[in-house]
């Protein structure tokens, strides 16, 4: 188990660029899959990228390819989410996640608000 803190989040304008990180807690986390998710008020929730335990993999969901990316820092026990040319349509409240097979470790969640 491992207890995952997200920062980062704010307000910004649409065209802007925000970077959340999600910083953990444990040696174990270094060897997690990592990944964001968002959610929306009255939406569900949704995937948004993710990072595999050793950095070689990331994977993005259609919404914001080319306009987010994923990095680990390990030294920092930290995953970043950079978040360029953001959208009103991006606002929600965005969380990360880690595990082994599955996403069992949460976050509490940092809201982001892009206004147009």
């Known amino acids: 188990q491992v207890h995952l803190v997200e920062s980062g989040g704010g307000l910004v304008q649409a065209g802007g660029s925000l970077r959340l990180s999600c910083t953990a807690s444990g040696r174990t986390f270094s060897s997690y899959t990592v990944g964001w998710f968002r959610q929306a008020p009255g939406k569900e929730r949704e995937f948004v990228g993710g990072i595999s335990w050793n950095g070689g993999n990331t994977a993005y969901a259609e919404p914001v390819k080319g306009r987010f990316t994923i990095s680990r820092d390990y030294a920092k026990n930290t995953v970043h989410l950079q978040m360029n040319n953001l959208k009103p349509e991006d606002t929600a409240g965005y969380y990360c996640?880690?595990?082994?097979?599955?996403?069992?470790?949460w976050g509490q969640g940092t809201q982001v608000t892009v206004s147009s």
């Open positions: 996640a880690a595990g082994i097979g599955r996403y069992d470790n």
